[in-house]
Antibody
Framework: QVQLQESGPGLVKPSQTLSLTCTLS??????????WTWIRQPAGKGLEWIGR???????DYNPSLKSRVTISLDTSNNQFSLKLSSVTAADTAIYYC?????????????WGQGTLVTVSS | DIQMTQSPSSLSASVGDRVTITCQAS??????LNWYQQKPGKAPKLLIY???NLETGVPSRFSGSGSGTDFTFTISSLQPEDIAIYYC??????????FGGGTKVEIK
């Protein structure tokens, strides 16, 4: 049973770097036709794709966030991580990690439960 | 980027009603569209992929259709457990995936 679990600080100060980790259980992060993805959702608003990493380590990012985002892979711990620099209150959101299966197009077939990150001093 | 416009933004229907949500893409996205259901306090759940394919384990009252720029999501007989927000998502531009703004479904 594939499960994803986000972890990291729930409170980040403005101008600092948000750091989150997603741990995969029930599978190997280095195998299969998957992108490992971060998506966020401000309270009461819609979903925003942040970016993804492939098992090779190649990445794609939302153009509006690209200058501030880094997604990395830690295959030894079956994890992938998000770093978002120079955060502001506008980055306050629930952050989800998800598996994007591209074996047939693209679909987010497994999601973590989400973690709320608040940007505040 | 490809803009996805959903309508209506919210709707209220009775149990047993047929519910239809539309999603319009700002350009031709072929059939590269998924639908998700998000219940309060939960992560989204994949319901439909490739515009019309039902994800494994999803009840058959859910369906999707369309191609090009216009897509439809249907609940054939609304159930109380279907109360949620529904999102469409395009993957024609694989370098920038985008979602619709969501449709909130409530029971009348």
């Amino acid at each position: 049973q594939v499960q994803l679990q986000e972890s990291g600080p729930g409170l980040v100060k403005p101008s600092q770097t948000l750091s989150l980790t997603c741990t995969l259980s029930g599978g190997s992060i280095s195998s299969g036709s998957y992108y490992w993805t971060w998506i966020r959702q401000p309270a009461g608003k819609g979903l925003e794709w942040i970016g993804r990493i492939y098992t090779s380590g190649s990445t794609d990012y939302n153009p509006s966030l690209k200058s501030r985002v880094t997604i990395s892979l830690d295959t030894s711990n079956n994890q992938f991580s998000l770093k978002l620099s120079s955060v502001t209150a506008a980055d306050t959101a629930i952050y989800y990690c998800a598996r994007d299966y591209y074996g047939s197009g693209s679909k987010f077939d497994y999601w973590g439960q989400g973690t709320l990150v608040t940007v505040s001093s | 980027d490809i803009q996805m416009t959903q309508s209506p933004s919210s709707l209220s229907a009775s149990v047993g009603d047929r519910v239809t949500i539309t999603c319009q893409a700002s350009q031709d996205i072929r059939n590269y569209l998924n639908w998700y259901q998000q219940k309060p306090g939960k992560a989204p759940k994949l319901l439909i992929y490739d515009a019309s394919n039902l994800e494994t384990g999803v009840p058959s009252r859910f369906s999707g259709s369309g191609s090009g720029t216009d897509f439809t999501f249907t609940i054939s007989s609304l159930q109380p457990e279907d109360i949620a927000i529904y999102y469409c998502q395009q993957y024609d531009n694989l370098l920038f995936l985008t979602f619709g703004g969501g449709t909130k479904v409530e029971i009348k």
